[in-house]
């Protein structure tokens, strides 16, 4: 038997295992791959290029997927809400900023809303929202995120928003992670770097390569990035990332980032362009530190179900 | 049937549940009490000082107890160690420094050695020192530590250490905790600011009610509070603490407050003295926001044992 809940039934899925929807890298290829295998894949549909996501779902083929926004982007071009929302998706996943606009119109096409949070008072307001799904991310996520981290943000998530179906995030590339999220009141999990370093994830090979070779505290989060692309976020959040030679150049010297953001915005397009992870960013999250391989997706999520479901079963053989 | 494993048959304990060696606030009542209810009290040995150890083992009675150090403080003063041993401790845990040399003596005096560890780094060096048990301490915990979420920390130091005894700390207050850092691969918690909010802890009753106060985000962790009493620890370390408003004043202005180090620490020992936390600190972590009541040491092991194997056995009924 696998595991089974209101969060698999929900979704009609077999595991209870999700792909985080990272901008640019959770392609059609990849979320179709975790979708065939048994989770739930959603593309990375970031800051909102209709252009991309259409190509995207052609990808994916006949899979069940869903898309993931930046809420904050989505705002400035709701339209792509609507062109998203013709490809029917299983699932909308909105993350950072207020999904109340939004929730009429993807209830209305058939689909699932998934917020992710990272405070308590953000769960409160996802689940007023009327969220189907709350991911509840710790600070350990690669990407953006805030402070908390999961082992303590999960459990007041999960006391604060009675009979809400939820899912951990952050810090998990393992069935050691899926179990003890589990344990804590989650009902499944979102990985996003475990996933990142995979067979069919979007993504330069040097990337997954620096992902796979990242030891424990490769990882640092700040503004660094954001600054270094020009992008300006809301001031709570930050962006995770692998640590290299631009993180450490500019790490407490944000002001002064900032004041020559022009200028090393370009350089930092152009070294992303190039491929040149010593300056563009690799953006993961402190799981790296538990990740040694690149398997296909299919072997990800299998690896994860089989060994959540062993430990559970060990545990309380253990008891009796 | 209970909880049962290598922890609680090389401890001799009814409960995987350790009670953190919290400096001053694990004196022996608390230590006692948590031995008498089916876990391990350590003495919170802190610095080192014998009278305090001598007078707390005297109040703890007949109950087995451990003891645990600050080991670069302990090494100022090794003698102090000669002392604990000859109250003929179950255990003596090491924090913060090089454990191998008193390694020897502890073992020799028949006690187990606990090594907490921050890093898997120091995991490895505990091990190799011969470690009983290593405690892996994620950042959530109160007091002092480093940056390492557990979430992550946890599996990283069980791969790194074949065979090895782990117990799990941080960020952990309840039968959640417990279950959840057993899947990650640990066979015990141990904890500390739960402990604190319990009627047999030391400490002044305003604040535990702080801790039960403290909602998430509430703790900060670092190095002001050190700077605040004048006591330099090793580079790598802080401390965490419930935010105040001496927190608030100095975060970010680090370096005043150490040129002006003596000064304020006049002046917050005074406060520490009059019980105004407004100015002295309150030493717990982020597992303060899970903490809502003051109970007795005996209904806090109880709950969590209760707990724990009550989730182990339901999600494993869900599977079948």
Same mark, same amino acid.
């Not at 058939?110 to 307001?125: D, F, K, P, S, Y």
């Not at 999960?158 to 009979?163: L, N, V």
């Given at each position: 038997?696998?595991?089974?809940?209101?969060?698999?039934?929900?979704?009609?899925?077999?595991?209870?295992?999700?792909?985080?929807?990272?901008?640019?890298?959770?392609?059609?290829?990849?979320?179709?791959?975790?979708?065939?295998?048994?989770?739930?894949?959603?593309?990375?549909?970031?800051?909102?290029?209709?252009?991309?996501?259409?190509?995207?779902?052609?990808?994916?083929?006949?899979?069940?997927?869903?898309?993931?926004?930046?809420?904050?982007?989505?705002?400035?071009?709701?339209?792509?809400?609507?062109?998203?929302?013709?490809?029917?998706?299983?699932?909308?996943?909105?993350?950072?900023?207020?999904?109340?606009?939004?929730?009429?119109?993807?209830?209305?096409?058939?689909?699932?809303?998934?917020?992710?949070?990272?405070?308590?008072?953000?769960?409160?307001?996802?689940?007023?929202?009327?969220?189907?799904?709350?991911?509840?991310?710790g600070t350990e996520a690669g990407g953006h995120g805030m402070a908390e981290?999961?082992?303590?943000?999960?459990?007041?998530?999960?006391?604060?928003?009675?009979?809400?179906?939820?899912? #951990?995030?952050?810090? /998990?590339?393992?069935?050691?992670? $899926? =179990? @003890?999220? %589990?344990?804590?009141? +989650?009902?499944?999990?979102?990985?996003?770097?475990?996933?990142?370093?995979?067979?069919?994830?979007?993504?330069?090979?040097?990337?997954?390569?620096?992902?796979?070779?990242?030891?424990?505290?490769?990882?640092?989060?700040?503004?660094?990035?954001?600054?270094?692309?020009?992008?300006?976020?809301?001031?709570?959040?930050?962006?995770?990332?692998?640590?290299?030679?631009? #993180?450490?150049?500019? /790490?407490?010297?944000?002001?002064? $980032? =900032? @004041?020559? %953001?022009?200028?090393? +915005?370009?350089?930092?397009?152009?070294?992303?362009?190039?491929?040149?992870?010593?300056?563009?960013?690799?953006?993961?999250?402190?799981?790296?530190?538990?990740?040694?391989?690149?398997?296909?997706?299919?072997?990800?999520?299998?690896?994860?179900?089989?060994?959540?479901?062993?430990?559970?079963?060990?545990?309380?053989?253990?008891?009796?």
């Amino acid at each position: 038997m696998t595991i089974q809940n209101q969060l698999t039934q929900m979704l009609e899925i077999e595991h209870p295992i999700l792909l985080a929807p990272m901008d640019l890298v959770s392609g059609g290829k990849l979320a179709a791959a975790v979708t065939q295998a048994g989770g739930l894949g959603l593309l990375g549909g970031g800051y909102g290029d209709g252009d991309w996501i259409d190509r995207e779902w052609q990808r994916a083929g006949n899979a069940r997927i869903g898309c993931g926004f930046i809420t904050w982007s989505l705002a400035k071009r709701p339209e792509i809400l609507e062109r998203t929302l013709a490809h029917r998706p299983a699932a909308v996943m909105l993350s950072f900023g207020d999904p109340r606009p939004f929730a009429p119109a993807i209830h209305k096409a058939g689909a699932r809303l998934i917020c992710q949070v990272q405070t308590v008072a953000q769960a409160r307001e996802a689940a007023e929202a009327g969220a189907d799904i709350i991911v509840a991310q710790g600070t350990e996520a690669g990407g953006h995120g805030m402070a908390e981290p999961l082992f303590v943000l999960l459990p007041q998530v999960i006391d604060a928003c009675p009979g809400a179906v939820v899912v #951990a995030a952050g810090g /998990l590339a393992d069935g050691r992670g $899926l =179990a @003890a999220a %589990m344990m804590l009141g +989650a009902q499944g999990v979102m990985m996003g770097t475990r996933f990142y370093a995979s067979q069919e994830a979007e993504g330069n090979p040097e990337a997954k390569r620096r992902i796979v070779e990242a030891q424990a505290g490769a990882t640092v989060r700040s503004i660094v990035f954001d600054l270094s692309r020009a992008i300006r976020w809301p001031g709570a959040y930050t962006g995770r990332l692998l640590r290299n030679r631009h #993180a450490e150049t500019w /790490l407490g010297r944000e002001s002064e $980032l =900032a @004041a020559r %953001m022009d200028e090393v +915005a370009r350089e930092y397009a152009a070294a992303r362009e190039r491929g040149d992870f010593d300056v563009a960013g690799v953006i993961a999250g402190e799981a790296c530190a538990l990740i040694h391989d690149i398997p296909s997706a299919r072997e990800i999520v299998e690896r994860i179900a089989t060994e959540a479901e062993r430990l559970i079963r060990s545990q309380a053989a253990a008891l009796s």
